[in-house]
């Protein structure tokens, strides 16, 4: 209670005098002005808990001021005093918002019982708006159809689980996240915020593959007003968006080299600056990078800076590809069968066991997120009077339009048909894919910019 700060309003300097001498005596930090213009200057600067105002001020009336003052910060409470008790001032203060009324002459211990109840009035209002806060994270949690539990039974996602739950407490370990496109990249960073201090605090993905290159730097880190031409209004960056909570940041291999270096200085500093500004921000968040490429390669191939390839791997936590984790099939078939029979309407059906041989020994190139898209397909698929999802709702496990003829067979050692094969296998990821070079690249075991060179060499276009 010691710590709250209280601001003073009255035109009487003597009252003014009395009350901040007996609030200072009790422990209080005492504000005080004369004048509303004064009084609001103070609130514009100093973070006050509680405002003791006159009635009758110069400049407006006290229920004026303190309108003002709700402006500025709606938490301060407020407590009108007045030497003129007419009972429609007090009832419009209290209307308006006053939490209590004293008329003058007062005993000041009663001012002091009415800061008692007023701050035990704020903390009762922090309270619901923390518990609002987290019903309405929660809110967010259910209604986001991506908010699915993480499956894993396999000892490879138990493995993760743990590492997972070991680096959740401490906010300022970062993490990189490895693994195939669809593996669940995304999902574990989101399991990593909630499990750790993440409830009601921001988790901020951002796509490193999505912006331009030269919109990184006000992207990352914000801008003042007029920093360069065009910068009309200030901005904040990612970092400051996410700061107390988690930034997630996606794709961290198709970063420029330029940004890694800046990247690396955050990393290490825990602040940054605003371009344009010479203010520096301090940082406590937690910092979540994750890739599909293999940044070691990267790095030999100096596209990935060294310095900055250590600095993340310290916490490095790899989600294995579905295909090397068949434990983990049957509870995410089972799991999407039942989301998307519940979100669909549809009555739920068993996977016949023909289709379940086949889903079993299926190698998933597209990992949890082709196995999710099956099963919502073959559930649009089902007719609604079978009882069961047959092999004939799961079309792509057939299909082979992608696969690649015998490579060796004694009979067929010609190497020009190389170069053919290479263009069918990119013509088959992309088609795969849905035209995305970032998880083509990963199907394909490449660099995106690898894959980007030798589309041009055989002259495909895609759109
Ligand atoms: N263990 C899991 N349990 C349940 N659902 C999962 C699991 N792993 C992934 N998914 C689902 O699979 C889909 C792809 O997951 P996510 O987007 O996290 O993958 P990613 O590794 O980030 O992929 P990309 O590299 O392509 O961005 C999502 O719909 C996600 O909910
Ligand atoms: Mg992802």
Not at 41 to 57: F, P, T, W, Y
Not at 411 to 420: A, K, Q, T
Not at 422 to 449: P, S, V, Y
Not at 452 to 457: A, S
Request: proline share 4%; net charge negative; charged share 25%.
């Amino acid at each position: 209670m010691s710590n709250l700060k209280v601001l003073v309003v009255d035109d009487e300097k003597g009252y003014r005098d009395e009350i901040e001498e007996y609030l200072v005596d009790s422990g209080f930090t005492v504000f005080t002005a004369g004048l509303p213009s004064a009084a609001l200057e103070i609130v514009g600067n100093e973070s006050i808990d509680i405002a003791i105002i006159d009635l009758r001020l110069p400049e407006m009336s006290g229920i004026d001021l303190m309108k003002k003052i709700r402006e500025i910060d709606e938490q301060i409470g407020v407590i009108m005093i007045s030497g003129h008790g007419d009972m429609d001032s007090v009832i419009s203060a209290m209307r308006d918002g006053a939490i209590d009324f004293f008329p003058k002459p007062f005993n000041l211990i009663d001012i002091r019982f009415a800061i008692e109840r007023t701050r035990k009035f704020i903390e009762m209002q922090s309270n619901l708006t923390e518990i609002r806060n987290t019903c309405d994270n929660l809110m967010e949690m259910m209604n986001n159809e991506s908010r699915v539990p993480i499956i894993g039974e396999s000892p490879g996602m138990k493995e993760v689980f743990r590492l997972m739950s070991q680096v959740s407490p401490n906010l300022n370990t970062d993490v990189l996240l490895t693994g195939e496109s669809g593996t669940g990249k995304e999902l574990v960073a989101r399991g990593i915020h909630y499990l750790g201090s993440g409830k009601g605090k921001v988790f901020f993905d951002v796509n490193c593959t999505a912006i331009p290159e030269n919109l990184f730097e006000s992207e990352f880190f914000g801008h003042t007003r007029n920093a360069f031409t065009g910068a009309l209004t200030e901005k904040k960056g990612c970092f400051e968006i996410a700061n107390g909570g988690t930034l997630f940041l996606d794709e961290i291999g198709d970063l420029p080299l330029a940004m890694q270096a800046k990247l690396l200085r955050v990393l290490e500093e825990r602040k940054i600056r605003r371009v344009g500004s010479n203010i520096d921000i301090p940082l406590n968040l937690r910092i979540i990078a994750s890739t599909n490429q293999d940044l070691g390669a990267m790095m030999e191939h100096k596209l990935f800076r060294e310095d900055l390839y250590y600095r993340l791997n310290r916490f490095p936590i790899n989600i294995p590809a579905l295909r090397d984790r068949k434990d983990d099939v049957i509870p995410l078939l089972e799991l999407y069968n039942w989301h998307f029979s519940t979100t669909m309407k549809k009555s739920y059906k068993h996977i016949s066991e023909k289709a379940l041989t086949k889903l079993l020994t299926y190698g998933y190139p597209g990992n949890v997120r082709e196995l999710r898209n099956m099963v919502e397909k073959a559930i649009i698929l089902s007719a609604t009077k079978s009882l069961e999802l047959t092999l004939n709702c799961f079309p792509d496990l057939d299909r082979s339009a992608c696969t690649v003829p015998e490579l060796i067979s004694p009979d067929n050692l010609d190497l020009s048909r190389l170069e053919g094969m290479e263009r069918d296998m990119i013509k088959c990821a992309m088609q795969k894919t849905g035209n995305n070079k970032t998880h083509a690249a990963a199907l394909l075991n490449i660099t995106r910019t690898s894959l980007n060179r030798r589309i041009e060499k055989h002259g495909l276009e895609f759109n």
